[in-house]
């Protein structure tokens, strides 16, 4: 008798696991570009999207993480055993691992929010440390104010640094970039030119000097070009807040 209920059971399991939609992966739902370069900006690929239920599967929203990235889908109701794809996109700004993910909802009842998770660790041949925004503290009207980023050469062959543009705000107006005096030194201390070349595996230091004219919130953008194939331009951002001077305020009351 008790063998004769355990192949009922049996027999009946497989027609309750599949009643009902049932949403299923390619790749058990990961999508990994593995490494890649900036000069691949958007990555692109294809999730396969499959109802292996016996009801009509309804794919109610699909919503990436961020921004960066796009994941439209090219049909939102499947028949059992019928299949569709999301075409992704994501935009990559910076070197180092990406993870990002898409969570897909849908009228399954065991998975009604699905999760794609999206992976690719992007190669940098010229790594700005410690981030690539120059941070600005104490700024204040009339008073120099110095930060420092590092920009290493990872790849085998020099890298050069040409052309280099800068763009001051403060308070959202424009300013003379002559505000901000921008310095490289080698690894060794030395100051460098405006044409600067990197070594395969050394560094340069970029040190930005701001004696900012007026208070509000500081904004600056160094655009640079580089002869390396994966990194046409470089950009470093920069910010703070520039107080007012109690000495230059009151000079100018006399």
């Not at 929203?61 to 999301?86: M, W, Y």
């Not at 921008?182 to 040190?207: E, M």
Request: proline letters at 6%.
């Amino acid at each position: 008798m008790k063998k004769l209920l355990l192949l009922l059971i049996l027999a009946i399991f497989p027609a309750i696991t599949l009643a009902g939609p049932k949403i299923e992966f390619s790749n058990n739902g990961k999508l990994d570009w593995g490494d890649v370069k900036l000069n691949q900006n958007p990555l692109k690929g294809t999730v396969t999207v499959k109802n292996v239920g016996d009801e009509e599967l309804v794919i109610q929203n699909v919503k990436p993480s961020c921004g960066c990235t796009t994941a439209p889908i090219q049909k939102d109701r499947l028949q059992p055993g019928e299949s569709t794809t999301i075409d992704v996109q994501l935009k990559i700004s910076h070197g180092g691992p990406v993870n990002k993910s898409i969570r897909v909802a849908s009228n399954d009842p065991n998975k009604p929010n699905s999760v794609v998770s999206l992976h690719a660790n992007v190669l940098e041949m010229l790594k700005v440390t410690p981030s690539s925004t120059l941070r600005f503290r104490n700024l204040e009207v009339g008073k120099e104010s110095k930060s420092k980023v590092s920009i290493e050469n990872k790849d085998k062959v020099p890298i050069k640094l040409s052309d280099i543009k800068l763009e001051v705000k403060i308070a959202n107006e424009e300013i003379e970039a002559s505000n901000m005096i921008v310095t490289f030194f080698d690894d060794d201390g030395n100051k460098l030119g405006n044409d600067v070349s990197i070594k395969p595996g050394r560094k340069v230091d970029l040190i930005a000097t701001v004696t900012p004219q007026a208070s509000g919130y500081f904004r600056a953008k160094i655009t640079m070009n580089t002869d390396h194939p994966d990194h046409k331009e470089l950009k470093i951002s920069g910010y703070g807040n520039v107080k007012k001077s109690p000495v230059f305020n009151s000079s100018q009351g006399n």
